[in-house]
Structures are given as structure tokens and as C-alpha cells.
């Protein structure tokens, strides 16, 4: 509920509306962005999270970017399948909706380059259109030079 407010509160206050905001959890005077917004109609939102109830319904309505914490092209496809449906219930368009996952395996830190790129071609053949990687391990520094130097060709190719 909190999340939804916030969500309802960040794009009135980017419409340039003023005015009060009126909520169960949140009460504001008035709405400011100031200075405004570069991005029109506003900053692209992305919401992160799988639930399927709640925050895959707020993707559909207030999202331009879902970030869905699945491990498998199974459960994404199952994620995928649910937001659509949402998509369908809000009227949104699914398509205009940024499909990313947060990568969180072990394939990265221990070096398995063939196999992240096995896992991601996976993602990618299921919907998935972006990768958010979080390194595990003793040094994520060498997890990213690692990943950009051999890995994010190969990712721009699917």
C-alpha cells in the first residue's frame, strides 16, 4: 500500500500537479519536483520485486521497467505470464514494459563465463530484455572487469 502511494505520489508530482495528496499512509500539503523533470512525461519507474498480487500489478500500472528476481527462464516465463495478465487487466501495453532481471547467481564470481551466457541466453529467449548483476564473492570489483571485458559483448549480441 505504501509502495502504491508512492508510486501515486511521484506521478502527480511529476504531471506538475501541486496539489495536496490524500492517502491512507501519506498526507502532503502540496506535490513539488523541483527543479522538473528532464524526462517527459516522466522518469522512467522501475519496480523491483516478483509478487505476483501486488507488485507485478503495480508494474502494469505505473511501471516502465519491471526488475523480477527469478533464477530460471521457468520462473521468468511464469512472471512474464502474470504481468501480462495484469497488463491486460490495466489496460497497459505489455510490450512497452522493460522486462529485467536481478542476477544474483554464482556463475560471474567464480568465473563461469560460458555458463552465464547459457543462463542469460535462456532469460532472453523467454522475454527478459536487461540483466542487473549484484557480484557475489570476496572481490566484486574483479566479478564487473571480468563480466565487461569477455561478457557484455556477447550479452549485446542477444
Known amino acids: 500500500e505504501r509502495l502504491e502511494e508512492t508510486l ?3 506521478r502527480q508530482m511529476w504531471s506538475g500537479n501541486t496539489g495536496c495528496y490524500e492517502g491512507r499512509h ?5 506535490t513539488l519536483s523541483e527543479p522538473a523533470t ?3 512525461p516522466h522518469p522512467p519507474i522501475m519496480i523491483g520485486g516478483s509478487g505476483e498480487k501486488k507488485t507485478l500489478r503495480l508494474v502494469a500500472k505505473y511501471g516502465d521497467a ?3 528476481f527469478v533464477s530460471t527462464p521457468d520462473q521468468a516465463t511464469h512472471k512474464l ?3 501480462r495478465r495484469h497488463c491486460e487487466a490495466e489496460g497497459t501495453d505489455y510490450d512497452r514494459i522493460r522486462k529485467t532481471v536481478l542476477y544474483t547467481g554464482t556463475a ?4 563461469d563465463m560460458a555458463g552465464f551466457l547459457d543462463e542469460m541466453r535462456g532469460l532472453a529467449a523467454v522475454g527478459i530484455d536487461e540483466v542487473q548483476i549484484m557480484p557475489n564473492g570476496p572481490d566484486p570489483v574483479a566479478v564487473i572487469e571480468a563480466a565487461t ?3 557484455v559483448p556477447a ?3 542477444l
Open 155 to 157: 550479452l549485446a549480441e
Open 149 to 151: 571485458a569477455s561478457v
Open 66 to 68: 519491471c526488475n523480477l
Open 108 to 111: 560471474l564470481a567464480t568465473n
Open 38 to 40: 528532464i524526462s517527459q
Open 81 to 83: 505470464a502474470v504481468l
Open 26 to 30: 501519506y498526507r502532503l500539503a502540496e
Open 8 to 10: 501515486q505520489i511521484c
